[in-house]
């Protein structure tokens, strides 16, 4: 895993910016673990994760698991989290997979390949259960 995040908070929510190349499920979850601690640290409770070039592992089974690690692993609290993940287009297969497991178990998690579209998302006050 080669990935670098940062996190800067905006007016409204906390602004997650991640680059890098991720491979297996273990990676998966070393990011997701680091932009969890970014999360806890500003206490955000609307977070934009901003990753278009970010690469990720093409295969659906990896994001099965990392919800289940989501689930094992994080504060119930996080399924109070409203979270916006942009990514680029070629990862859209992947992301969708990823969004409906994340729902399906509470949690409002979704992706976007638009940041405008996803920073919109994110600001409106209605919880949002499918695009």
């Known amino acids: 895993m080669n990935i670098v995040i940062t996190s800067r908070p905006e007016p409204e929510y906390l602004l997650v910016e991640s680059k890098g190349v991720l491979f297996t499920k273990d990676d998966l979850v070393r990011q997701s673990k680091l932009i969890h601690e970014e999360i806890v640290k500003h206490k955000a409770k609307k977070i934009l994760v901003n990753e278009p070039d970010t690469k990720f592992p093409l295969e659906l089974f990896p994001y099965y698991e990392l919800v289940k690690f989501y689930v094992d692993n ?58």
């Open 74 to 131: 994080f504060p119930p609290e996080m399924r109070l989290k409203k979270i916006a993940v942009v990514i680029a287009q070629e990862y859209e297969k992947m992301a969708r997979f990823w969004e409906t497991v994340c729902i399906n178990r509470g949690f409002q998690y979704f992706a976007f390949t638009s940041f405008l579209e996803a920073h919109d998302w994110l600001l409106n006050e209605t919880p949002l259960t499918s695009k």
